[in-house]
């Protein structure tokens, strides 16, 4: 319970952070996608059904064996997997660009906390419907032998706790470049698996570190809690501003809203 009150805490002092930093913000050059078909908006990322001249499963697989994807200190990946229009999107994280994506990821210091984090990313196959996209799961393993310390305002000391997240769906889409342009994740498997109370990725590490917080997509204090985060321009971020997002992403919804389209 303490830790759940310390969460929501967060939230309001990384408000705080924002009024003190009045950071200027620097205005992302993106290149927008175009669509050409009436169908649905998402399907832009077919490319037209042209097909990728490179094998996307072997690309798919060096990708998740970099060092800095399977520790989760998305800093250390090189930035030339990355396409100017990518987004990262999450049952209740995203849309969001590369710069806000990895600045969250740093705050967050997953990588100290966990310094063992393996994510082992197994099952690929290509989506019949489409060839730039490759599907996969994910298995996060981990030992919380670091203490938590998210912008010194949420903190919980080292528990030695071994960490096994419940299996989860991930899919990237590769542009005919050889660039990702999309990110996607989504909930568990089967919610009993592990010992994260059925919770992936981050929000598990933190349930199994003794922190736990709201996660459900409609959440309405979850969703109020990320647009006053937006709202105020924290530190830390869920989303991009709309400003920031390509183009050719269309839905509205962001965080932990539900889906408008």
């Known amino acids: 319970m303490k830790q759940c009150i310390s969460y929501c805490l967060l939230v309001v002092l990384g408000l705080c952070d924002a009024f003190v ?3 200027p913000t620097t205005p992302i050059k993106i290149t927008a996608l175009q669509s050409t078909s009436d169908s649905h908006w998402l399907d832009i990322l077919k490319f037209d059904g042209t097909t990728p ?3 996307v499963i072997e690309k798919t697989k060096q990708y998740t064996s970099e060092p ?10 090189p ?27 740093t705050i967050f210091g997953i990588d100290k906390s966990f310094p063992d984090l393996d994510r082992d990313a197994f099952g690929f196959c290509v989506d019949p419907e489409n060839p730039y996209r ?10 919380h032998t670091g203490e938590v310390n998210i ?8 528990t030695g706790n071994k960490v096994i997240s419940p299996v989860m769906p991930f899919s990237i889409v590769w542009t005919p470049e050889g660039k990702i342009v999309y990110e996607h994740l989504t909930t568990a498997v089967d919610r009993f698996e592990g010992n994260t109370n059925g919770k992936v990725a981050v929000f598990g590490l933190l349930e199994a570190s003794g922190i736990s917080g709201p996660s459900n997509i409609g959440d309405p204090w979850l969703v109020f809690q990320q647009k006053l985060i937006r709202m105020f321009n924290a530190s830390f971020q869920v989303y991009s501003k ?8 269309k839905s509205k919804a962001v965080g932990a809203e539900v889906n408008d389209m």
Request: overall charge negative; charged content about 25%.
């Open 53 to 55: 001249n490179f094998d």
């Open 134 to 143: 490759v599907l996969f799961f994910e298995r996060w393993k981990a030992t």
């Open 151 to 158: 912008m010194s305002l949420l903190k919980a000391d080292a």
């Open 68 to 77: 800095g994807y399977r520790s989760f200190n998305l800093a250390s990946i």
């Open 79 to 105: 930035t030339e997997y990355y396409s100017t229009d990518y987004i990262f999107r999450g049952p209740i994280v995203g849309p969001i660009n590369r710069k806000d994506l990895v600045e969250s990821n």
């Open 21 to 23: 930093a009045n950071r």
């Open 242 to 249: 709309p400003e920031d997002v390509p183009s050719w992403w």
